[in-house]
């Protein structure tokens, strides 16, 4: 097995983890202030893409604008599926609403199915995405260092946003502790809005990488990256931003170590092989890798 | 001018009736106790008049106002403020970041400069500690912080919840101390504790509450040589 | 601390159930009747003038673009036999289900058209996956299924109730290795296997063992599951160490196929591909587009035939559904209406799902598109032909038809 070898499943892992991390966020913003685990998140994920390719193919509208509608798209109904799915259920406790994420995540995958017609379809995107370039011995897809930029550029802009606006403090007081953000004059709605907004934007973003890499398309495709992201989120210790995007890249190269570096006989069990891999963190770090044990909640 | 008026409030936690019919007033300037014994209602009466909780029955005034049903969040920009029992202060953020939440609907900066020197003097050790996490702080300076918060805003009322819970007694004599100037200065203060002599000797009025209702109400000065009040809430204290 | 792990396994694994539930069916809904259905049942198999004939086909789901051509053929072949006077004066009525690419979906389906609908036989399903669920309930009601596209050779022990109208996939699998040494002359190949279905890990079992039977070599086996998306670990495993593979054999169903070969064309492989009838789908050009081009598939019949069986349903097809046949399956569905046609013809009138079986074994040499059927008592899988075809600009074209 040569260096150049482990590598490029390395990079492969890299970019999963990447969109795992990404997702994992959303994940993980929403859950730190609601202790909700949106089921749905990943769905949001093949929303984006349908809105893509149906933008790409039906206008001649330029790839970036495209993708700024996609976002917008992603995030209104993000938003709205807070504002009409769990808000109305948020006094009824966390089970209602993780019930209720499973039943819109149900409903968005049917009601893309009615829509797109439940077959695969292409995805292609520009050919300067799938280039692939040499450095050394390492290679990489221009898919793969907008991936690993988007990541990059995330993780700053979040931190930017967490440690330095109005909104971001008032998401971290509203995570730590919702009803003495109550008495600040913080209207926990707006910032759960905004948790949403962000994390379903960021979605988009994901299904866009996770569907120019595949090059296809179908309206099933988020929920199992969707639960995957879930378990990068949990692993890296939910409700912890650098947790999620750790816990992303811990899981997309394990998997993909796995998938590549294991015998044959058994890589195509590599789904199984991530909530293993979930298992095992959770044993030794109950509260995963960056995270602490719960804050008080009164 | 009447700052608070609570006009035979009830609140029920499912079928459990914790505020049955309490009716309570406050002046302007007016610094005033309510006391009681642990399960007696104190802290949902103060939950209920923030806005954290929903009054099954009776009304609440504040400035003539009707609030009772204005939530927790819109009540700050009224400027009836709470400080909450426990501190709760953020602990993940730093002291600057709790100050500058507390501030958080405050759009005038000069405001928010000028009410942060006035808890800067008022409460030098958070100076010092400004960039530190609020969690590493003492029980003491916590509470020192959780009331600066509160001060951030702009208060007309200030609602404190056992200010001196879990504090030793040096700290929390310099925690009465902080109220006592603040009353000097004029804010009103609606003060929540068990430490009934502490509340007594710094307030001008008080209401004593037993099991969801007011028993007994005066001005503190006489209610601190009632034979009811002293055998109940100041035996040993005294 | 236990009891926050205790909650987030039964979440994760709450989570993973969600998961294979969203994987298998496509919709949650059961019992609604196909598109064109007239499942309005109740009334028995024989009333008077009609004869009621079940068709269960996915008409949803991975398995759609087999089963909605195949669908499609079938009840054409009964419009078509009704519009003609219908069988010993009697009309014929389909009653149709959606199987919905779920097996629990196709085995509610077969008990209903049983129960409910009281049919004398049933047609349809292209994957032994859902044949099986589907047949095992018809073998223990005693009521004939004809499978239109199904090929694991196993199917033939659910029992004697259960019929073949493809070929098995051992000459599926035989054509497409024996294409691969005789005529293109290759012996190392390498072979990606979809470990979830019946279908495809039999086919890629009969490919290994007729191409090592004709002096060929596996040199390498690689795994997936239905519905991966990814396929990156793999191709860099390949790209790596190609083991002097000098063609690649995908076995696998209609949803991956296309994803497949785009994958690895845009990776880099450059080598010829060649796959099993799950192959014969307009999925492999739709989602594959440019790096399908060439792809080897090894399957049913071709519409380029010229013997006029073939030509006569192409044009029949085209006729009446607007388009050219999309794949074999829309020939076998057609064929699968035929034999249970001529079985029901040979009961006279005592038409009963007993005399239906009976006489379906019975049938000997029938021509139809998809080559000539014949049962016997011990094996109710037809022996045929199969055809090469290869992508040509978008379109299958016909390459060669073996009889392995």
Redesign the interface.
């Known amino acids: 097995?040569?260096a150049?070898?482990i590598i490029?499943?390395l990079i492969?892992g890299l970019?999963?983890g990447s969109v795992y991390a990404i997702v994992a966020v959303g994940y993980s913003i929403v859950y730190g202030i609601l202790r909700l685990?949106n089921?749905a998140h990943g769905d949001i994920m093949t929303i984006g893409v349908y809105i893509m390719l149906l933008f790409m193919t039906s206008t001649g509208m330029p790839l970036w604008s495209v993708i700024v509608v996609s976002v917008l798209v992603s995030v209104i109904v993000g938003v709205l599926i807070e504002r009409f799915a769990y808000r109305p259920l948020r006094s009824a406790g966390e089970e209602a609403t993780?019930i209720s994420s499973?039943a819109v995540?149900?409903l968005l995958?049917?009601l893309l199915?009615m829509i797109f017609s439940?077959?695969?379809?292409?995805f292609?995107l520009p050919d300067f995405f799938?280039q692939?370039h040499q450095f050394g011995i390492v290679k990489l897809s221009t898919m793969n260092i907008l991936t690993f930029a988007a990541v990059i550029i995330m993780v700053i802009a979040l931190t930017l946003v967490v440690q330095k606006t109005k909104i971001g403090t008032a998401m971290r007081a509203c995570s730590e502790n919702l009803d003495a953000s109550r008495l600040m004059g913080i209207k926990p709605n707006q910032v759960i809005v905004f948790a949403f907004a962000v994390g379903s934007g960021l979605a988009a973003l994901a299904g866009l990488m996770?569907a120019g890499?595949?090059?296809?398309i179908?309206p099933?495709?988020g929920?199992?990256p969707g639960?995957k992201a879930?378990?990068a989120a949990?692993v890296g210790g939910i409700g912890s931003l650098y947790g999620a995007v750790a816990g992303g890249l811990v899981i997309g190269v394990a998997e993909?170590l796995f998938?590549?570096l294991m015998p044959?006989?058994v890589?195509?069990?590599?789904?199984a092989f991530v909530?293993v891999v979930?298992?095992v963190v959770?044993?030794f770090w109950?509260?995963g890798i960056f995270g602490r044990?719960?804050g008080r909640r009164s | 001018m009447m700052m608070l008026k609570v006009d035979n409030l009830v609140v029920r936690y499912g079928g459990i009736t914790a505020v049955d019919g309490v009716s309570l007033e406050l002046e302007e300037h007016e610094t005033v106790a309510l006391i009681g014994a642990n399960g007696a209602g104190k802290t949902t009466t103060l939950h209920t008049i923030s806005g954290l909780l929903k009054a099954a029955g009776g009304k609440i005034f504040f400035q003539d106002e009707e609030i009772t049903k204005v939530p927790a969040e819109n009540l700050v920009a009224r400027g009836v403020v709470q400080v909450p029992e426990g501190r709760q202060v953020f602990a993940k953020l730093t002291v600057e970041e709790n100050l500058r939440l507390g501030a958080y609907l405050q759009k005038n900066k000069q405001v928010i400069r000028a009410n942060h020197e006035k808890v800067m003097t008022l409460f030098p050790i958070l100076q010092e500690r400004r960039r530190q996490a609020a969690g590493t702080l003492s029980g003491g300076e916590q509470q020192m912080l959780a009331i600066g918060r509160a001060l951030m805003s702009n208060p007309k009322l200030l609602l404190l919840d056992e200010p001196s819970m879990g504090l030793s007694p040096l700290m929390t004599q310099q925690v009465f101390d902080v109220l006592l100037e603040l009353k000097k200065q004029g804010m009103t203060i609606l003060l929540v504790e068990q430490n009934a002599y502490e509340a007594l000797t710094i307030s001008d009025r008080a209401y004593i509450m037993e099991t969801g209702n007011i028993t007994l109400e005066g001005r503190s000065s006489e209610l601190i040589h009632d034979p009811r009040v002293k055998d109940a809430y100041l035996g040993g204290d005294l | 601390?236990?009891k926050?792990?205790t909650k987030?396994?039964v979440?994760?694994l709450?989570?993973?159930m969600?998961?294979s539930l969203?994987?298998c069916s496509?919709?949650?809904d059961t019992n609604s009747p196909a598109p064109s259905g007239t499942g309005d049942g109740g009334s028995a198999a024989v009333t008077g003038d009609t004869i009621n004939v079940g068709a269960l086909f996915n008409i949803?789901?991975?398995q759609?673009?087999l089963d909605e051509p195949g669908y499609r053929a079938f009840q054409l072949y009964f419009d078509e036999l009704n519009a003609a006077g219908g069988i010993n004066g009697r009309q014929i009525k389909v009653v149709s289900y959606d199987g919905k690419t779920d097996q629990t979906t196709c085995a509610t389906n077969t008990t209903k058209l049983i129960d409910v609908d009281n049919v004398v036989a049933i047609g349809g399903l292209s994957d032994s996956n859902y044949a099986f669920s589907a047949g095992n309930v018809a073998q223990a009601a005693e009521v004939p299924f004809v499978f239109s596209g199904a090929t694991t050779p196993s199917l033939n022990d659910i029992g004697n109730y259960v019929f073949l109208t493809a070929f098995g996939d051992d000459t599926c699998a035989y054509a497409a290795a024996d294409y691969v040494t005789n005529e293109l002359g290759l012996t190392k190949v390498y072979m990606l296997v979809d470990?979830?279905m019946d279908f495809t890990t039999t086919l890629a079992r009969c490919f290994q063992e007729r191409l090592e039977a004709n002096g060929g070599e596996i040199v390498?086996?690689?795994?997936?599951?239905n519905?991966?998306?990814?396929f990156?670990?793999?191709i860099?495993?390949f790209?790596?160490?190609s083991k002097g593979a000098e063609i690649l054999f995908f076995s696998s169903v209609p949803?991956d196929i296309?994803?497949i070969v785009?994958?690895y064309r845009?990776k880099?492989v450059t080598l010829p591909f060649i796959s099993g009838d799950g192959a014969d789908t307009p999925?492999l050009m739709?989602?594959?587009?440019e790096a399908a081009e060439g792809t080897l598939v090894s399957t049913h019949c071709s519409f380029e035939n010229q013997d006029p069986v073939v030509q006569d349903f192409v044009t029949l097809y085209t006729e009446t559904q607007g388009t050219a046949p999309e794949n074999a399956f829309a020939a076998l569905g057609y064929d699968c209406a035929h034999v249970i046609a001529t079985a029901i013809e040979m009961c006279g009138d005592d038409v009963t799902p007993a005399n239906v079986r009976d006489n379906l074994e019975k049938i000997q040499d029938l021509r139809c598109v998809t080559g000539t059927i014949s049962y016997t008592a011990e094996s109710h899988v037809p022996q045929k032909s199969a055809t090469i075809l290869e992508v040509q600009d978008g379109a299958f074209a016909f390459v060669a038809e073996l009889n392995p």
């Open positions: 097995m040569s150049e070898y490029s499943q492969n970019r999963l685990i089921f993780l499973l995540s149900t995958q049917n199915q439940p077959q695969k379809k292409a292609y799938t692939q996770l890499e595949y090059k296809t179908d099933l495709m929920f199992v639960l879930f378990c949990v993909m998938a590549g044959t006989s890589t195509a069990y590599r789904d909530f979930l298992i959770l044993l109950p509260n044990s719960e | 601390m236990k926050k792990i987030l396994l979440l994760a709450a989570g993973a969600v998961f969203a994987a496509n919709s949650a949803t789901g991975g759609a673009s470990q979830s390498m086996t690689d795994n997936y599951m519905k991966d998306p990814d990156s670990a793999q860099d495993r790209l790596n160490d949803d296309g994803t785009k994958q845009d880099g999925l739709e989602v594959g587009g």
